[in-house]
């Protein structure tokens, strides 16, 4: 057995495993994106990921090694070149298993056999190595070895389109499943029969989804679904492994990633009462217009029964709009608008608590509310409007307004008492508004500095530069640090942070959390306070790294 056979052995196997690797990754990518084969494209051209780095260099220098051998065949030293090689290639495909993901990748039974299935290629790969082999006695030549690297670099460069691949192949399954599975929660909410309220918007969904659990808590046994299960499928999983015949209520958040997705959710769990939240540029990217947005959230409006009911927000004119052409009951929330049958005045937000008059029924309420922020307001109102309309005891909406917590990563307080730090955990927002009305929160601390951790809000289309611009010029009035998370995606966020006067020593570039981390514990002291705006998710993390 010859050092060039030993050697090939090693390149093959550091190429298997980046290809793993980057297999692992962007299978998670493509779950976060909801298998959307064309999303997976866009991101893959976005990240500029068609040369991936390091599988190139495993490649081109296994390749240069291993010619080397067959041109000197003379020393066994030759072999030891591809060693670092190998470790490097291990440590990247190690990394891409552990990193750590804001959004955790779980290995669903979908997921496990895309992803065998995405190994097909590489188990190719490794049977035409090893029939060279057998046909070559054991050895390779310079061309058979060349061919074979290059083969390789081009399936771990492909790594999406395989993916792709592999899920049109396996669709006559998954179709088989998913009905399956989708027989047994129609079954399941016929057998149940809740009260179903179905809640969508650009922002502010799973905030209001736990306010109107919290309310309809009051009256009856509700069932929410969890996290951010608000896909077809992902309602379709939560019907089956939560909704009990116990359930009075059923809240349902319902996303939309194109036309139809709302509708089909409507048909599914056929909504008595449909919450719609805001109508802004979240997911411009996908649909392309606001309007093709305002469209798709209509759709919860227009899939409600005859005897159902239509709540919205009467600040927002899109919301409004559709609220005129609804052929059901209305019921209208708002802060600004003095002809909302829900309205809230005299809010006033501090670090600890939102506090507001509710006006409810012709007759006003003092709340203090657990949620920060002037937009949570909106939330907490949509909740109320949601419980009069079931006829729920204006006290009891209230008591219940009072105690509901805010959701993971949305706005939290946390105090750390030993080391006298206040964070605001505001991870899961990446809207303009919601940016905003973080910032007004984070101005309120005047007992120390002001730090803001950022990568910027993603999805918004043409409007995408142009609000991190203006979100960095707000930081600029408030922040006394502010550390940006990835590259090239912060650049608008940086020239906004200039616009509005922030020093340049005052501004911090990380090429990801982990370096942003290490930064801020060297600015962070005893009476400070951070806020982690928008940490984004996988499917939007600047891979690539400033010189």
Known sequence: MTVVFLGSVVVVVAIVADYSGRARRWLHIYQLEHYDGVRLLHWWHRRRDLLHPAALLVSVCALIAADALLALDISWAAAVLLIPITIASAVVALREWRRPEKKEFVFTARAKRLFATSLVPAAFFVLVFCALAIVEAGTLSAVALGSLLGAGLLMVI?????????????????????????????????????????????????????????????????????????????????????????????????????????????????????????????????????????????????????????????????????????????????????????RATDIDVTLDKTSFTLHLNEREYPVESHLLGRHNVLNLLAAAACGAVVGIDEERIVRALEIVEAPPHRLARIENRATGITVIDDAYNSNPDGAAAALEILNTHTNGRRVLVTPGMVELGEQEKAANIAFGRTAARVCDFVILVGGELTEPIERGLKDGGLADDRIVHSPDVEHATRELSKIIRAGDIVLFENDLPDTYIDERREG
């Open 158 to 342: 492909v790594v999406p389109a395989l993916l792709i691949t592999a899920n049109a192949a396996l669709s006559p399954v998954q179709r088989r499943v998913n009905g399956r599975f989708v027989s047994n929660a129609r079954a399941k909410l016929t057998a149940v029969s809740p009260i179903t309220i179905g809640i969508t918007g650009s922002f502010g969904k799973t905030t209001t989804k736990f306010c109107v659990g919290a309310v309809l808590s009051t009256a009856g046994e509700t069932y929410v679904t969890p996290d951010s299960f608000n896909s077809f499928l992902g309602v379709t999983r939560a019907i089956n492994e939560g909704l009990g015949l116990e359930h009075q209520f059923f809240v349902v958040e319902m996303g939309a990633y194109r036309k139809g997705d709302i509708a089909e959710l409507c048909n599914l769990t056929k909504p008595k009462i449909g919450i719609l939240t805001a109508i802004g540029a979240m997911h411009l990217e996908r649909f392309g217009s606001i309007d093709a947005i305002s469209r798709a959230k209509a759709e919860l409006c227009r899939g409600l029964s005859m005897d159902g009911h239509f709540v919205t927000n009467a600040d927002d004119a899109l919301c409004r709009a559709i609220a005129e052409a609804a052929e059901v009951p209305v019921t209208l929330f708002g802060i600004e608008s003095s002809d909302a049958d829900i």
